[in-house]
Nanobody, 120 residues
Framework: QVQLVESGGGLVQSGGSLTLSCAAS????????MKWYRQAPGKERELVAA????????DYADSVKGRFTISRDNAKNIVYLQMRSLAPEDAAVYYC?????????????WGQGTQVTVSS
């Protein structure tokens, strides 16, 4: 059974930091690009950060560059999103997404999301 379970969300003051985790199971984690998306109320889901299968390359939305860091531990099947200097506009539900490569190409999985609330 495929699972992506996010954790680490919560309430933080503006300027604060949070680290989200996404634990994967039920598929070959190391063959999947991992991405973090977020969706605020009334807005479309947007890509926040992405990391390649071995973690050698990352990419970020302009709005989070220099503040967020995506990383992964293929031994533990976990992807992280370190967030600092949080602002009210970062408040959203954050989703973990896995996108298959190589023989897993075409498969994609989503987590249930974790809420991040930023107080001003």
């Amino acid at each position: 059974q495929v699972q992506l379970v996010e954790s680490g969300g919560g309430l933080v003051q503006s300027g604060g930091s949070l680290t989200l985790s996404c634990a994967a199971s039920g598929f070959t984690f190391s063959r999947y690009f991992m991405k973090w998306y977020r969706q605020a109320p009334g807005k479309e889901r947007e890509l926040v950060a992405a990391i390649t299968t071995a973690g050698g390359s990352t990419d970020y939305a302009d709005s989070v560059k220099g503040r967020f860091t995506i990383s992964r531990d293929n031994a533990k099947n976990i992807v992280y999103l370190q967030m600092r200097s949080l602002a009210p506009e970062d408040a959203a539900v954050y989703y973990c997404n896995a996108v298959g490569t190589f023989d897993e190409y075409g498969r994609t999985y989503w987590g249930q999301g974790t809420q991040v609330t930023v107080s001003s």
